[in-house]
């Protein structure tokens, strides 16, 4: 490590104390760090990165309490050695200016708030808690978290008796997890090494990115591996790709369908797999025997000719083949997103590559312990959920575990949520309608757990508690599977590498205090060190050898199997027509459902949004690194493609101002060859406005400025990319 | 004496920065200071677009020119054919910046044109540059040119090679496979 | 040698605040802001102070030269400026170096240029020649004192030479690196040379008229010369159409050149980003409205003359600007046209602390000449 200069020593320093508060630790004499940093002994500690839900596992170095670098674990099966950029980032957000250093409570309607010590912020929280519940019942808090982090707050709201655990899911994939559910019995993953052929259709594993899955794809690619992206926009992934198909964004299911039924009318799909493993294939063809390639060809504008040949190359390569199931990219996004996700079952079942090399495979799993409850007091009984998921006459087909999260304000207005907790979530930029979303500020009581000033605790929250670094705390184990196919499980966990470096504090001590003070005795009695040891215990493994190699990986379970599939649905099958969707009324298997808006003017575009490599959605737009690059890439411009730009006279660099139904912003375009001419794209992460954060503050715009808070009413999820927008110069 | 050489792949590259941040974290460097970045080009007419990606980063030539211009030496060449430069001997003229073709060189805080060192006191200690070792698709490939077991001589027979501003003849330590792109 | 007193003037103070102004700049950079302080940048990392390095320098150079025709080649007029013209080469390499310094990030490791050379280095060569001619500088003006006529002359000869040197290898420096294709080649040591030349002049006819107005602060009378202004006019607009053919020539061969960049960064001179600098200033200012000046007045008024003197200089100053800027305006091409940035050409804009240093740089040569030419005689 080079020595560090007295003025990025200063600038570091600057830059955590601008925060309202003091900085404890921080506050050296830069002669001492130096001196001690030269003779200090290197130390390396495992964590996960926090910065996307992929979680990768990863060396913290630290020296002299202060942290250099990280580096991507190599066993781990997300990272495997390799890290993106904004993992690089997001660690160094420990020293971010935008960080919350102490408690806060709100106290005006200005955004103005005072700093209190944690025992007064658990007591007011306790009290005005205790206070709502003892008038309206427990069902009134709500929960909502990104999702997937933690697993202390069900128990807290159990005993309270609320069921309203929200994630941010149906803002992002819920389409995908439903659906995978229904047909498949759960999520299914691709399997790199093995593929001859490998269909992405609205998903960019360079652009949210995981390491070891672009590891192993560009290693099949060198192995011979044909690689067919289909997205509107040429996509990170598409530099690599043999094959670029540009797709009319909204028509993905026509395209699936056009698949499908040359798949089917040329008999390349593989019947025998068909016959035994998949419940609800005449339905299926019944209702769709009609909509050959040409049909397909004329809504999705990929030719018809086009459209076969990659059917024939998928029933060519099958099973060694496989139409990748997608995240963000289409589960989200369209009137016909759960139609397209079904389709992405069907046509990876009519090619019959589940447990085939090269085709997908379920997650291996394993399981942890826990330790010993500690709390034997009195339980609420369990309330109605507030977002209505799951729930007869609301969402029924919505899975309550992941809930609706882009309706608060409506709860809170109707009365069914009154004390809203916010846990590592940010709904104002990363929900659809901000102005709406302010709204949840009216809630009676409001307490965020954010990392630093984001915006829905900025606006909203009465109560700010800062939780800390993630490289600052250790955590719980955790398994590690899923997203991509790996034939065992792993287990991982974070370990603490440094000092908190301010009064924040981990998520268990949070909860510790605010349950305490609300009046249960002894919910979570056991320290962060117990849980670690109970949820190893069963594994055989100690925290110290853990800790040791940051990631073990357990016997392989998951392997290629020739015959007795058995699915976790009813009929034990692959299941193209969904039951609980009959139930509800509706057609059980997909069949083509237009897109809800088309444009239709010469000004007018339908509003795509997707990751940049070196950001995370709304998240890393503080980090000083990564806005570097953004800087030098000019990464905030609008991208639109250059024949629509000549004829509005849009030239690179151009002011536009761009107008949905709810929002009117202006931004810079980049004119380029890589868009389909019917869409805008626009980065995901940025639009950042609370001016506590200042790096990120008013730098772009954000597609969820434009978009109604929409519930889709089978899956729940926001039809994100249903949204025309106009532009005009200037 | 080991013969450091890279190899970067630039048609594997996908963009996303990672080694960028990465040497940035490794060295100490402030965000708006860095030794590599990435040229990004756009080639073709929709629907027919390729996108040209070439990692940059100091070449460590063989001749180097900034070596030669340096009035005070403070730019040298270790035996292991790694290029540094010295601070204590640096005046700040930046007539390296000048001679070097590639725009690698950038002045830190103390008014050195600084640029890749090539991790060289990590590399002397066995470890892999941080470019290298956190680069997902494995675009750069680091290594001894004399260590027979190096993938390193596999790899350069196998592609076709090319390398920056050959007409200088600066001789560097970098080789690109020779993009198959427009 | 007569001694007055100094009287603290107007003048005096402006000299002095254009001073502070530089002292406020060298702060700015030293203290605050770091080589952020200046416009450059890892794409541009030469602008304006280097430019008033060579400005400074060549002027010192070109000064030296028109006086060794007194010393050197025996033509008696010329005898009767050179101590003026000793002192303003003395000054003029003194800013130079001055302004260097500034530029320089850390110019006290300059003595690594002694300890730890580089031989290889045109910046080595330039610097050893100009620090020996500053040495001899000195060494002529202790002569001077002596009133050492024989020893003044034998080192003007050696000077001459060693000047030769300075300001060719000045142009090396530029030329020298295959990398930057527009300085590439013999073209910026002659013009370097040619460019002295001219300064001297120009240098030489603003001191002359200056020094004639005698009864004030600036000088002291000197027996009116008016047969040296009108030589020292033929002088200058002899060497300003010499220099005005070889950068049109220069330009011309640029523009056509089968070198994308070379020809490039010619159009970035003639229309582009430089055009109105170079057109303006270096070419309308700086060349034509001289000369017109000169063969208007018959090369007969000494005050004419030394309006031309001023305006070649400042246009002087903006052919440094120009032609460095013009070296690193293309975008290099690391590979078969692909450049970092989309743009076209490298941006730069001297900031505040440059124009303070350049400023004050002229401040401190006023302010030196005023001050010895007020305490002291020069006359021949």
């Given at each position: 490590m080079q020595a560090m200069t007295r003025r990025s020593f200063l600038k570091a320093g600057a830059a955590t104390t601008a925060t309202l508060a003091i900085t404890k630790n921080l506050k050296m004499d830069f002669n001492v760090y130096a001196q001690d940093a030269k003779s200090a002994e290197l130390i390396k500690i495992p964590s996960l990165c926090n910065g996307c839900s992929t979680y990768c596992g990863v060396w913290a170095y630290v020296k002299n309490g202060r942290l250099w670098k990280i580096e991507g674990n190599e066993v781990h099966m997300k990272s495997r050695g390799h890290l993106c950029a904004r993992g690089h980032g997001i660690a160094q957000n420990v020293y971010n200016p935008g960080r919350i250093t102490q408690p806060m409570k709100r106290v005006d309607n200005k955004n103005n708030f005072k700093p209190i010590s944690w025992e007064e912020a658990f007591q007011e929280i306790g009290e005005k808690m205790q206070d709502i519940v003892e008038e309206?019942?427990?069902?009134?808090m709500v929960w909502a978290c990104h999702g997937g982090k933690e697993t202390y707050a069900k128990q807290f709201m159990d005993v309270i008796g609320s069921s309203t655990y929200i994630t941010h899911y149906t803002t992002c994939f819920t389409a995908k997890t439903n659906i995978w559910s229904n047909m498949a019995g759960g999520m299914f993953y691709a399997d790199f090494d093995n593929a001859k052929l490998m269909l992405f259709v609205g998903r960019n594993y360079a652009g949210g990115i995981l390491p070891a899955a672009m590891k192993r794809i560009t290693a099949a690619k060198e192995k011979g591996s044909k690689i067919i992206v289909v997205d509107p926009r040429f996509c990170e992934l598409a530099t690599i790709a043999d094959e670029w198909i540009p797709i009319r964004p909204g028509t993905d299911l026509a395209f699936f369908l056009g698949l499908a039924h040359t798949l089917i009318t040329e008999g390349l799909y593989n019947k025998e797999f068909v016959e035994e493993y998949v419940y609800g294939f005449d339905e299926f063809w019944m209702h769709n025997k009609d909509f050959d390639a040409e049909k397909a060809a004329a809504i999705c504008g990929i030719g018809a000719d086009k459209i076969r040949e990659i059917a024939r190359l998928l029933g060519e390569n099958a099973p060694n083949a496989f139409l990748e199931p997608g995240y963000h990219g289409l589960a989200a996004h369209y009137q016909n997103s759960n139609e397209i996700m079904m389709m992405n079952v069907i046509i990876n079942a009519l090619i019959g590559n589940f447990w085939k090399k090269g085709g997908i495979f379920p997650a291996a799993t394993s399981s942890l312990g826990a330790p010993e409850p500690t709390y034997y007091g009195p339980i609420a009984p369990e309330g109605v959920r507030a977002d209505g998921a799951g729930v007869a006459g609301q969402y029924p087909l919505v899975e309550p575990s992941r809930g609706i999260p882009q309706r608060i304000p409506d709860m809170i207005e109707k009365g069914k949520a009154r004390i809203v907790f916010f846990y590592s979530y940010n709904p104002l930029r990363s929900a659809p309608e901000p102005e709406y979303q302010k709204k949840i500020k009216n809630a009676d009581l409001v307490v965020s757990i954010p990392y630093d000033w984001n915006e829905t605790s900025y606006y909203t929250a009465d109560y700010i508690l800062p939780e800390n670094h993630y490289l600052e705390r250790a955590e719980s184990p955790k398994v590690v599977n899923g997203h991509i196919y790996w034939p065992a499980a792993q287990i991982a966990a974070r370990f603490k590498a440094l000092q908190a470096s301010d009064d924040s504090l981990a998520l268990l001590d949070i909860l510790k205090g605010i349950t305490t003070a609300y009046g249960?005795?002894?919910?979570?009695?056991?320290?962060v060190e117990e849980e670690m040891e109970a949820a190893l215990a069963p594994l055989g493994i100690s925290v110290k050898e853990l800790q040791e190699k940051g990631c073990i990986e357990l016997r392989p379970t998951v392997l290629p199997k020739e015959e007795g599939l058995s699915f976790n649905t009813f009929t034990k099958k692959i299941e193209f027509s969904i039951g609980a969707w009959r139930k509800e009324g509706y057609l059980g298997v997909p069949t083509w459902v237009p897109p809800l808006v088309v444009p239709r003017e010469k000004n007018e575009f339908r509003l795509i949004h997707g990751k940049q490599p070196w950001h995370s959605h709304i998240m890393t737009t503080n980090n000083p690194y990564l806005m570097a690059i953004t800087a030098e890439k000019n990464g905030t411009f609008m991208w639109m493609n250059s024949s629509r730009a000549d004829e509005l006279g849009i030239r690179e660099g151009d002011l536009v101002t761009i107008t949905s139904d709810i929002a009117t912003k202006q931004i810079n375009v980049h004119v380029t060859e890589g868009l389909h001419p019917e869409c805008v794209w626009l980065p995901s992460t940025y639009g950042t406005f609370s001016e506590k954060l200042k790096l990120g503050y008013d730098k772009g715009i954000n597609y969820n400025d434009f978009i109604p808070a929409r519930v889709d009413e089978k899956t729940g999820h926001v039809m994100g990319q249903e949204c025309i927008v106009t532009i005009t110069k200037g | 004496m080991p013969n450091y050489v890279m190899f970067i792949d630039q048609d594997k590259c996908t963009g996303c920065n990672a080694c960028r941040i990465a040497c940035q974290t490794q060295w100490g460097l402030p965000p708006e200071m860095n030794y590599n970045f990435l040229i990004e080009q756009e080639r073709g007419k929709y629907p027919n677009v390729e996108r040209l990606i070439i990692p940059m980063q100091c070449?460590?030539?063989?001749?180097p020119p900034c070596l030669t211009v340096c009035p005070t030496g403070a730019t040298y060449k270790r035996d292991d054919g790694i290029v540094l430069v010295d601070p204590k001997k640096c005046i700040g003229c930046k007539y390296c910046m000048i001679a070097c073709p590639y725009n690698v060189r950038i002045i830190n805080e103390q008014g050195v044109p600084e640029k890749c060192r090539f991790c060289a006191e990590y590399v002397t200690n066995g470890e892999t540059p941080a470019c290298v070792s956190t680069c997902m698709n494995d675009v750069r490939v680091f290594g001894d040119l004399d260590d027979p077991n190096s993938p390193l001589h596999d790899l350069l027979k196998e592609h076709e090679l090319m390398q920056m501003r050959e007409d200088l003849k600066t001789r560097p330590r970098i080789y690109y496979a020779q993009s198959k792109r427009g | 040698m007569e001694i007055r007193k100094y009287k603290v003037s107007f003048n005096t103070i402006i000299y002095l605040l254009l001073i502070a102004f530089a002292v406020a700049g060298a702060i700015n950079k030293y203290f605050i802001s770091g080589d952020h302080a200046f416009g450059i940048s890892p794409e541009v990392p030469w602008g304006m102070l280097i430019s008033g390095y060579v400005f400074f320098a060549v002027a010192a150079t070109g000064t030296g030269f028109i006086s060794s025709l007194g010393h050197v080649f025996g033509i008696k007029k010329f005898q009767a400026l050179s101590k003026q013209a000793l002192l303003a080469s003395t000054v003029l390499l003194i800013t130079a170096f001055g302004v260097l310094a500034v530029e320089l990030s850390n110019p006290f490791k300059l003595v690594y240029l002694l300890i730890t050379p580089n031989f290889t280095s045109p910046i080595f060569w330039m610097g050893f020649f100009y620090g020996l001619y500053l040495f001899l500088l000195f060494v002529e003006l202790f002569f001077t004192i002596k009133d050492n006529h024989k020893m003044i002359t034998r080192t003007a000869y050696v000077a001459l030479a060693v000047k030769l040197l300075a300001v060719t290898n000045l142009g090396f420096v530029f030329s020298y690196s295959a990398t930057r294709n527009f300085w590439h080649g013999y073209y910026y040591p002659i013009y370097m040379a040619v460019s002295a030349v001219v300064a001297g002049a120009a240098v030489l006819l603003i001191i002359h008229y200056l020094t004639k107005k005698g009864s004030g602060k600036f000088l002291i009378q000197i027996s009116p010369e008016t047969e040296l202004a009108k030589s020292l006019s033929h002088i200058l607009a002899a060497s300003l159409v010499v220099f005005a053919l070889m950068q049109a020539v220069n330009v011309g061969l640029s523009l056509n050149s089968a070198n994308l960049a070379v020809a490039q960064a010619a159009k970035a001179l003639i229309s582009g980003p430089i055009a109105m600098s170079f057109w303006t200033m270096e070419v309308v200012i700086g060349i034509i409205i001289p000369l017109l000046i000169l063969f208007i007045t018959k090369f007969s008024s000494p005050k004419m003359a030394f309006g031309a003197g001023v305006l070649t200089m400042i246009g002087l100053f903006y052919s440094r600007l120009d032609f460095i800027f013009a070296g690193l305006v293309v975008p290099l091409q690391t590979t078969d046209s692909v450049t970092k940035s989309i743009y076209t050409v490298n941006v730069y804009s001297p900031t505040w602390s440059e124009w303070a240093l350049i400023f004050g740089a002229f401040g401190f040569v006023l302010l030196v000449f005023d001050f010895v030419l007020s305490k002291f005689s020069l006359d021949a």
């Open positions: 309206y019942g427990g069902d009134k249960i005795e002894n919910l979570y009695g056991y320290t | 070449q460590h030539c063989d001749n | -």
